[in-house]
């Protein structure tokens, strides 16, 4: 470890004394940036000239005071002046999440049209201040962590000029808690993360095969019994082996308030929360609680233990009963979570149980004499699902909110695509990512793009192929580092048509959790990916620069290590 920090310590030696008022640590990269020499040396006592501006922007000002004066002691308040230190102008011609940053060695100016430009400006002064001030730490709380850090007495802003806006609406961050649960305290912390890197959606991903983690009240054995598998796999990353729990894993859920915190923590963050509810497949502990909305009530039903697969036991579509069920659960999760968004799954969901069942044979019959789906010869059953993704998209559409799809929703063989095309869902395309949002495009639908591989956006796979790697998803192989995630295109360079490259709204990493129980485990493989998706999202395309992401990741590892969080470090610049 002391080998490490004498590492970084000559790296950020070579770039201070090569480079001093050049290098600004900026991540994701703006849209344009000039860097000029010098820096503003905050005063103690200094002045925002917010005070005449909505109460939005006054509470965006009031919350980076309050943050600089943790970190760093100097007191900021609001004022009418016009010769403030820092300005806060709002100019309507900015882009909704854009703003206008200048530094100079006299104070700061902000411009932005919305509380949003001005969070994302207010979040890349504190990122191209010291570390500590972006962890959140005093200069003596950070050399508790880090004995060796250094920094002024005094925070200091490299002089910039910035003009920058975001290439995607849509930056998400996808969480697995089905598999292996995580703490409330502990997605604040990713979403922390994800703030720091200017993505604005996280898509919670609350219920699976192994385990359901949605409190529904009108369905209380959900989490009684859907919550608690009867054992669990984990993951010992030193050992980097495999370990059976031998014991009860739960219950672990959230309960409304649980999520109601999130839902307002990331609010003030300007991330909105996507509840995801997967349906009619990866549904085995829903049936372990509730069989009767199995396929075959008298059946086995249980938490599934390993943590991967696909199953065969899904909802029964056929029965009107379980299709209120489920639309009794989609009630719940929308009135806990106000977004514009909810995501029903629709992934990875076999024919087979309603292939042999009496009701699903009868209600296809029935949608095929009415017209209401395709009568094919091939994948003939497949039609159901797509009729009951209609069905969900009618409830949530009455509420006012938005359906999202994976991409089998409309890439499985024989799924119903004018009954798709309908619902007017967003697809979040992973496999195949491409040929999937191709699909979606055509069809005039968004497209989020998650490719898992290669150039993979799981960053839960494996990220090296090196001795001594935690065992995890995937070999390590190059497709799953760092170069190939930052290289890859999420819009093919072939899309040229405006007409289909609109509906390329954005990218997510996503992150499941088979083989990842613990928040460092979470922490050391999914940075410094993250990054890498969150520049994809943010940064235009001829602006990337690999070895500049290199260069400014090494320069994190300080702002990591002191917010506790381990990460790779086969890509750190030498």
Known sequence: MKRFLLMLLCVFAALIGANAKQFVNLTPLPKQMIVNEGQYTLPKSYTIGAALLADSLQKEAMRF?????????????????????????????????????SVTTKGISISASTARGFFYAFQSIKKIMPANVMAGLSIKDAQKILPWYKTTKRPEVPCVEIEDEPRFWYRGFMLDCGRHFFTVDEIKQILDAMAIYKMNYFHWHLTEDQGWRFEVKKYPKLTTIGSVASDCRMTDMVKGEHYWLGKPYGPYFYTHEDCKEIVEYARNLHIEVI????????????????????CNPEGEHKVQTYQGGVWTDVLNVGDPKAVQFARDVLTEVMDVFPGQYVHIGGDECPTNAWESNAQCQEHLSNLIKEGKVKNLEKHRFRPLQSYFIKQMNDHIKARGRKMILWNESITAGGADLDIIKSTGATIFCWNPCQQGAAIAASMGLDAVITEWGPGCYYINRKQHDGEGEPVAAGTGRKSDQLPAVYAYKPVPDKVTDPAIKKHYIGVQATFWTEHVSDIQYFNYLA???????????WTPEEKKDFESLRTRFTADTLLLDLTGRLYGKHFIAK
């Open 527 to 537: 940075f410094p990916r993250f990054l890498a998706v969150a520049e994809a999202a």
């Open 65 to 101: 005071a309050e943050a600089i004066q943790v970190a760093t002691g100097c007191k900021g308040k609001l004022t009418k002046s016009k010769k403030a230190d820092i300005m806060m102008i709002v100019d309507a011609s900015i882009a909704h999440e854009g703003y206008q940053l």
């Open 275 to 294: 509840p995801e509810i997967d349906m009619p497949g990866h549904i085995m502990a829903a049936l372990a609680a509730y069989p009767e909305f199995s």
